[in-house]
């Protein structure tokens, strides 16, 4: 019987995942989560409803309708305190109730707000992961695996052809030759598996903002490629004149103050999937970000790079052009003239966070 708490309760998050799609575009533009809670939910900050009240002043304090005034005159503590500097306050702020969701249900609900369709992976019969199933029957086995019904079949079988089984008087008694116990079997399952490599400029002309730019971002990718495989490797190379395979850590926080070669960090690009990632395996992701700049000999290079090496071995090459004050942002302009011959390359020009919403769409949304 269902308890009304119970259906409240229900009620409760449905009203907190309506809000939470409504709001699910500031969410991603702005990182407006608390920080992931271990690997499979997210805090997201829902404002609380707080129920009107009546509160009482202090007694004999005054107020409308009490003493002397005039029309217009404010009363009580609301008069003008002048410039509004001096000590800090007392007042309430507004309240933010930490909701917890499941990376599953966000990503979810992204999929829906920006309808990106399920991805079709390549690999599904090449990979196989070790599974354990319990679909057997053992005579040993520990006490927390024993089989009660079977235990009892096998007591009641021995009864009755041993001639002690008395129908009028139905007692069944174990023993030790009798138990039996859940066992399992290795089984080999296919596998979908992805794996993702971002490829960041962390040149000079890169500033902690857009960086902050391309965190976020990732994130919302991550989810969504999660949802739709069942394994996820990452890789992060970083490049100025020079690329670097790194940790996550670093990925985010370096930063140098050389040139800019980025076919640099598409031969790095190359040889991780070469020694990580046999292609006709795995479904291979390219998430690029840089502010456009590049030496100019440099892009013929990464065209030519692209067209030969990465662009027939990847399901996606997208590459996100962040605006940078100091970045020339000419870059993209090279590799819109590849974009014809090429469907899996897409480009995105990301000017700020607001821009990041409709740059995951424009990634993520032909479900390859």
Excluded at 18 to 23: A, M
Excluded at 103 to 119: K, R, S, V
Excluded at 211 to 218: L, M, P
Aim: with cysteine; proline share 4%.
């Amino acid at each position: 019987m269902t308890r009304s708490i119970d259906r409240d309760f229900r009620r409760f998050n449905e009203i907190i995942r309506g809000k939470i799609r409504k709001d699910l575009k500031q969410y991603v533009n702005h990182g407006e989560m608390l920080g992931r809670k271990g690997r499979e939910t997210v805090s997201i900050p829902v404002p609380n409803i707080d129920i009107p009240h009546f509160q009482h002043g202090n007694k004999g304090s005054g107020g409308t309708g009490q003493g002397d005034g005039e029309v217009g005159q404010p009363v009580g503590k609301g008069q003008d305190q002048g410039d509004g500097q001096g000590q800090a306050g007392s007042d309430a702020g507004r309240h933010v109730r930490e909701v917890e969701v499941t990376l599953d249900e966000m990503a979810e609900m992204l999929g829906a707000e920006l309808e990106l369709p399920n991805i079709i992976p390549k690999g599904k019969d090449s990979l196989k992961s070790q599974k354990d199933k319990y679909n057997t029957v053992s005579r040993s086995g520990p006490d927390s695996l024993r089989h009660f019904k079977r235990t009892y079949k096998e007591a009641l079988k021995r009864q009755i052809s041993s001639g002690s089984y008395d129908p009028q008087r139905p007692i069944i008694i174990p023993n030790r030759d009798d138990e039996r116990f859940r066992s399992w079997t290795t089984v080999s399952e296919p596998q979908a598996n992805a794996a993702i490599l971002y490829i960041m400029d962390v040149s000079g002309s890169m500033t902690d903002d857009q960086k902050e730019i391309v965190r976020i971002e990732a994130f919302w990718i991550d989810m969504w490629l999660r949802s739709q495989y069942d394994g996820i490797q990452r890789r992060y190379i970083v490049h100025d004149a020079v690329a670097h395979e790194v940790d996550e850590d670093t990925f985010y926080r370096v930063r140098e103050s050389g040139g800019t070669r980025i076919s640099s960090a598409y031969q790095k690009a190359a040889e991780v999937i070469a020694r990580d990632f046999p292609p006709a395996d795995w479904n291979i992701y390219c998430f690029q970000f840089s502010d456009g700049d590049n030496w100019g000999e440099d892009s013929k290079e990464c065209s030519k790079f692209l067209t030969e090496r990465l662009l027939p071995v990847c399901n996606l090459f997208c590459y996100g052009q962040v605006e940078s004050p100091y970045g020339s942002g000419e870059f993209i302009k090279d590799l819109r003239k590849l974009i014809d011959q090429h469907e899996n390359l897409i480009l995105s020009e990301i000017d700020n966070k607001d821009g990041i919403y409709d740059s995951i769409k424009t990634f993520l949304g032909r479900g390859k």
